[in-house]
């Protein structure tokens, strides 16, 4: 009996040795390496390295493995590695890129338990770019970019103008009495406001004025609309009046480079041109205001992302990194770092400098409608893009009529829509 006992006790101290170390196994992480493909802009990969790494070493089980691919062959080389059947676990997608590749991206809606709240922390245009024609969310934003108006502070000082509070109402009829007022006090300065030379910049104007490229519902071409055409017969009284430079339109003149010379006291163009005018404007001070109002206030939203694609080989801990990645903490990190507009509704980012500027554009997006970005992320509408610059051109030249001018986009745009 006393032999019975011993192996009996023996027996039990083994099943419960084993019976431990499979708790532990199973309570284990699995070690995992996240595929990521990246591009940079500038710092981009650096940051987001030092971004997530208070993730990383909380989650020591996973590792990376960052491939940077220069922005020329990185849609190449993600479209190859999809069709391959080897997507990368994350990827980091422009706007662009994204209208390319949505079908393949894994919704977000799988991986949460309240995709409205997710959504909510985000700004709707953003949103709006990263929902597939099915209403799955399939991109975590990272950062945004805004179309917007940089001003000479010096030359509206000048002409007695604060035009920091001035421009926090005013309308674009307003703008054209203070802007000769500014025009009269500093002769040297030329013109009043130049536009860039793109239908992505144009289209500031025209969403201001309640005008579009497309019908509601994004599938067909609508540029004959009376917003549109009133944009239109704005942008040649711009123009005929001498207001804006009709070298840049009309020519080959770098708009920038004419409101870094002190010529021009407005330019429409983008966030990034704060980093840009940060750099090279050493003349006079300049600041980012809030755009004239036409009918509406909006600006024209742009970013980047983060994204996982259908057959990912570790994708919940893709999710996993994304969903703290584009977290508040860590996205105003990112953006503070980068010098990048958060994506967040929520974020507050102090910048090293020009947090003011920043805040600027972050405001005109928080007003900016969501079609806009649904317009703007049509593959469609990217066909027929330089035809309505054409047309601007033509409307400019005083060959064609704004009537016709938004007839005749019609007429072409339709066919890429059959």
């Not at 007695?160 to 009269?184: C, D, F, Y």
Request: proline residues 4%; hydrophobic residues 40%; aromatic residues 10%.
């Amino acid at each position: 009996m006393k032999h019975v006992s011993v192996f009996l006790l023996v027996f039990l101290l083994a099943l419960t040795t084993v019976g431990a170390a499979g708790t532990q196994e199973q309570g284990a992480q699995k070690d995992v390496t996240l595929s990521v493909l990246w591009f940079n802009d500038a710092n981009e990969s650096d940051v987001f390295l030092n971004t997530i790494d208070d993730y990383l070493k909380a989650n020591p089980h996973v590792k990376l493995d960052l491939q940077i691919v220069a922005y020329s062959e990185y849609d190449q080389k993600l479209k190859l590695m999809i069709s391959g059947g080897n997507p990368p676990d994350i990827a980091r997608i422009t706007t662009n890129t994204l209208s390319v590749v949505v079908d393949s991206l894994e919704p977000i809606d799988n991986h949460v338990s309240d995709i409205a709240a997710v959504k909510q922390q985000f700004l709707p245009s953003m949103v709006a770019f990263a929902t597939n024609k099915d209403g799955k969310f399939v991109a975590y934003p990272t950062e945004a970019t805004a179309n917007g108006m940089l001003v000479n502070k010096t030359a509206f000082d000048k002409a007695g103008i604060n035009v920091e509070q001035v421009s926090k109402t005013w309308t674009w009829r307003e703008w054209e009495t203070i802007i000769k007022q500014v025009l009269a006090a500093n002769p040297e300065m030329k013109y009043g406001l130049t536009v860039d030379f793109t239908p992505h910049r144009f289209s500031t104007l025209l969403y201001q004025f309640n005008g579009h490229f497309l019908n509601a519902d994004q599938t067909n071409i609508n540029f004959n609309n009376p917003g549109t055409i009133a944009t239109l017969q704005w942008f040649k009284h711009l123009h005929d009046t001498g207001l804006a430079p009709k070298s840049v339109w009309l020519g080959s003149e770098n708009p920038a480079e004419l409101f870094q010379a002190g010529l021009v006291a407005g330019h429409i163009g983008g966030s990034w041109n704060i980093n840009t005018y940060n750099k090279n404007v050493k003349n006079f001070e300049w600041e980012a205001v809030r755009m004239p109002k036409g009918v509406i206030n909006s600006s024209v939203p742009g970013g980047k992302f983060v994204a996982s694609f259908k057959g990912s080989k570790n994708s919940a801990e893709a999710f996993k990194l994304m969903a703290a990645f584009t977290d508040k903490a860590h996205n105003e990190a990112y953006s503070r770092d980068t010098f990048n507009i958060p994506s967040r509704t929520d974020a507050q980012v102090t910048y090293p400098s020009n947090s003011k500027d920043f805040e600027v554009f972050l405001d005109e997006l928080k007003v900016t409608p969501a079609y806009t970005a649904n317009e703007w992320k049509n593959t469609n509408l990217s066909k027929v893009t330089t035809y309505i610059r054409e047309q601007i051109v033509e409307v400019l030249l005083g060959n064609i009529t704004a009537e016709q001018a938004a007839a005749n986009v019609d007429a072409k745009g339709s066919t890429y829509f059959k």
